[in-house]
Each structure stands twice: as structure tokens, then as C-alpha cells.
């Protein structure tokens, strides 16, 4: 089975390009950048990896994003994360960047976006590998703020397809953002959402009401509300699941409680994606074989995460052909 997973054509929905600073990298680029990081080691990090929640991850994340300072950083922190790609077969990638993670620090919106897309250039040509760009607005910052970088974005609207939204759930529900949204969506971007991670099903109803989004990322909360769960089978709305990070983040205790497969067979389109793979021990073949090893599945049922992929991608309609 594992076998059948790791060959497994895979497309990637969730993921953080920040959530893939593996500690080796850290440690590299701290030196190359004259920075001091509160660790001895590269095991010295794995091992302060232990979160409680998403907050207890997030002040860990947002620190570890500090040694990344130069284009050529951005370029080689996405670099590695395509070479993981190739490795796990995932043939095609909707990579999130955090600017505000960046901006605040003094670092340029040109040099994050400069470094990710040189990147994601090369995997077109070298590796064949296709991919896309969201640009997330952190949700514990201001609404004036999530405005001030949707301005920074606009002369990169040829790079980015979707914003989105990410960062704590609890205490900033989707209606501080709706109007930086609606903006969004005039100036034609695409939208998606994180909801229903650590929040109620009802943040992810109102997600989808007031945000007008092609994707609910997360989602798992949903099960909470019967007729959502049929709303959202029935207008395949998609979920984009990420199942060692839910664990991880205590969501959920052990992965045989994760619901993902009752989700599926409730007919949803729930994909199946890595999140923030350094922080949560696992790239994408690792998730297939963490939800695989807790749950009974079939390989139509393991293609089908895939299937569901494509078809909740935003990959244009000649690559989704290939594609399927
Ligand atoms: C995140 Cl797991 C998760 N949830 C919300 N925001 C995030 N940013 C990076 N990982
Ligand atoms: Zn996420």
C-alpha cells in the first residue's frame, strides 16, 4: 500500500511556504544571516516542536520565519519544498505565502514573491511541476492592515491567483475580513479560506456566505452541522484536510478518530495535503499513509483524494485535462 501511495499522482491545495523551513535549512540560513536562534541544534528545534493547540504552534512558526531576510532565502526555502515534491509525486502545487509575516520584519512584498516564483519558474522547466501562488492575510492582524497588503499585491496580480486567509481562527471570525474579500475579488482574485480548523461549523457557513470562497481550507469542524455537511456534499464545495497537522494540533487525538474518511464517503470533496510538513513530521506521501494505516481505504478511494484535487485546483483547464 505504501508503495501504491508513494507513486500516487498527488496535487497539492494547503500548504504554507513558511511551514516548510525544515530546522537544517534554519540553522543555514541563521548563520548565512548574522541571526541568533534561541536553539543549540537542528534537534535541538525538532524536539521544541510539542503544540497543544494552534496558538502554541504559531508563536513557534512566526519565529522560526525570522532567519528568512534575502530573495535567494525565499528562493532555497521553496526550493526545497519542490524537490519534496518531486519525491512524493506531487505533479502540481497551491503553495500560501504570509507577506504580513515578512513586511513587518522590513522585509520588501518584492523580495518574499521575487525568491518563491523564481523558484516555482525553475520546477516548471526542471522538474515539471506545476504551481500557483495565495497570498494569505494573517487573521489576528487589522482589517486596515489585510487592505494595506492587498495594495503591495496589485502589480503581482499575474502571479497570484487567489488571497487567503490564515493564522488564529479563534477571536477573528470571517466577517472582520469580508470587505478586504470583496475588494479582493474586484480587483479579480480568486478567494479561499481557512475554517473550521479550531472554530465552529458556523464560521465555515459564514465563510462560504460572506467571503465567497472556491475553498474551505480545513474544514473538519463542519460535521458539527448536519446541514452544512450535506450543503457542502451537495455544492462540492472543497475541503482542503491536512491530517498529521490536526493531529499535531490536537483537532483531533489520534488519527483513527479523524474524520476525513467519513467526510469522503459522505461525498464531500475532501483533499488530503501537508499544511506546515516541517513542523508536523510529514510531507504529502506521509499524509497518505498516516490517514491509509488509521483507516481501512481502497486505492479508488486513495486516487479519489487526488481526483478531488484536481478538481478543486485552480490549475488551467489544458493542465487539468493532462491532468485526469
Ligand atoms: C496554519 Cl495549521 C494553520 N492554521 C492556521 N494558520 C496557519 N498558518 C500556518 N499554518
Ligand atoms: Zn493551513
Redo the contacts with the bound molecule.
Keep these: 500500500m505504501n508503495e501504491f501511495i508513494q507513486g500516487l499522482p498527488k496535487v497539492e491545495l494547503h500548504l504554507?511556504i513558511?511551514?516548510t523551513l525544515e530546522p537544517e535549512l534554519m540553522f543555514e540560513l541563521a548563520e548565512r544571516n548574522n541571526i541568533v536562534i534561541p536553539f543549540a541544534s537542528p534537534q535541538a528545534v525538532r524536539d521544541a516542536y510539542q503544540f497543544h493547540n494552534?496558538q502554541s504552534?504559531?508563536d513557534i512558526?512566526y519565529q522560526g520565519a525570522n532567519v528568512l531576510i534575502t530573495e535567494q532565502d525565499f528562493f532555497d526555502l521553496t526550493w526545497a519544498y519542490l524537490l519534496r515534491c518531486k519525491q512524493d509525486n506531487v505533479l502540481h502545487t497551491e503553495i500560501?505565502f504570509?507577506p504580513q509575516t515578512h513586511t513587518e520584519r522590513g522585509i520588501a512584498f518584492d523580495t518574499v514573491i521575487g525568491g518563491i516564483t523564481r523558484a516555482l519558474e525553475q520546477a516548471n522547466t526542471q522538474l515539471g511541476i506545476t504551481s500557483q501562488l495565495i497570498m494569505?492575510f494573517l487573521?489576528h492582524l487589522d482589517e486596515d492592515d489585510a487592505f494595506k497588503t492587498l495594495a503591495l499585491a496589485m502589480p503581482y496580480k499575474d502571479k497570484i491567483i487567489a488571497v487567503g486567509l490564515?493564522?488564529?481562527?479563534l477571536g477573528h471570525p470571517p466577517e472582520k475580513f469580508a470587505r478586504v474579500f470583496r475588494a479582493a475579488k474586484e480587483a479579480g482574485f480568486l478567494t479561499v479560506s481557512?475554517a473550521g480548523?479550531?472554530g465552529p461549523a458556523q464560521n465555515i457557513h459564514d465563510t462560504i456566505e460572506l467571503l465567497g470562497v472556491s475553498r474551505i481550507?480545513?474544514g473538519v469542524r463542519c460535521v458539527e452541522d448536519k446541514a452544512l455537511v450535506q450543503q457542502l456534499a451537495e455544492s462540492r464545495m472543497p475541503l482542503t484536510v491536512?491530517p498529521l497537522?490536526n493531529i499535531k494540533?490536537k483537532v483531533f487525538d489520534t488519527m483513527r478518530q479523524h474524520n476525513i474518511v467519513e467526510l469522503l464517503e459522505a461525498g464531500l470533496c475532501v483533499t488530503i495535503n501537508s499544511?506546515?510538513p516541517a513542523?508536523?513530521g510529514g510531507y504529502m506521501t506521509d499524509n497518505f499513509v498516516a490517514v491509509a494505516n488509521a483507516h481501512p481505504l481502497t486505492p479508488a478511494q486513495l486516487a479519489q483524494f487526488t481526483l478531488n484535487a484536481i478538481e478543486a485546483s485552480f490549475i488551467d483547464s489544458a493542465r487539468k485535462e493532462a491532468l485526469t
Design positions: 504554507h513558511e511551514g494552534l504552534f504559531l512558526y500560501f504570509d494569505c487573521r490564515d493564522s488564529s481562527e481557512h480548523e479550531e481550507d480545513h491536512c497537522s494540533l499544511d506546515d513542523y508536523f
